[in-house]
């Protein structure tokens, strides 16, 4: 799951957009970019957030240096717990050709300190936007580890793993997403979102998305 195959294995699935979101941490997300650029994908920088309740959150970012900026203050609250590469494997940061530049030295999946309000109020406050990630998993899924969508923070989506599970978000928009950690696991394209842009510039297009992400008009 390097930037470069990631993005390689997209375009063979016919994908036009495609965010990365590795868990608590974005250092990969520069890579990934200029990968999809060689195969004209348009790239969405993010974070597979977990909070200190143990819930995955996705939060995805319009540009690249806000989700950099977000993923700087993430680090700021993660647990300084020493990764196990003999067991977990290396969790290296890579450039745009898959050549290791550094690499992480603490476990990235570990709950960070910020709870799931604070953690969607910094998310906005680097303009970006979250969401509880498979609610219908029940590993990390809020229903599973809350049983129920808090007051607070209000959240207007909620990301599936099947369609078919729909009723769990109750009135909320959904998306549904791949969720893959592996290469095979990354989806086909298989539906259409339309956006309100003529453009194909990657700016536009990420503007347009989280225009529409923001009306609640998927």
């Known amino acids: 799951m390097t930037p470069c195959n990631i993005a390689g294995m997209a375009h063979l699935n016919e994908l036009d957009l495609v965010a990365l979101t590795d868990h608590n941490t974005t250092d990969n997300c520069p890579a990934f970019f200029a990968a999809c650029e060689e195969y004209g994908i348009v790239p969405v920088a993010g974070m597979e957030l977990t909070t ?9 970012f319009e540009t690249l240096d806000d989700a950099t900026a977000f993923g700087e203050e993430v680090r700021t609250h993660r647990m300084r ?5 003999e067991i977990f494997g290396e969790q ?3 450039n745009e050709r898959d050549e290791k530049i550094g690499e992480d030295p603490h476990f ?3 709950a960070t300190d ?3 309000e604070q953690a969607a109020t910094l998310v906005e406050a680097h303009g970006g936007i979250c969401w509880p990630a498979h ?3 029940d590993a990390n899924g809020l229903l599973a580890v809350l049983g129920f969508f808090p007051p607070e923070p209000v959240f207007k989506i909620a990301e599936l793993r099947d369609a078919n599970n729909r009723a769990l978000a109750g009135d909320r928009k959904i998306v549904v997403c791949s969720d893959a950690h592996r290469l095979w696991e990354i989806g086909e394209a298989g539906g259409t979102l339309t956006l309100d842009t003529d453009e194909t510039r990657p700016e ?6 989280f225009q529409t992400l923001r009306e609640g008009t998927l």
Do not use: F, Q, S
Request: proline content about 6%.
């Open 114 to 116: 910020l709870d799931l």
């Open 135 to 137: 609610i219908d998993r």
């Open 92 to 94: 290296p940061i890579l």
């Open 52 to 60: 200190a309740e143990d819930v995955h959150l996705l939060c995805i």
């Open 204 to 209: 536009a297009v990420r503007h347009a998305l």
């Open 108 to 110: 990235l999946p570990a």
């Open 81 to 85: 717990i020493k990764n196990r590469t």
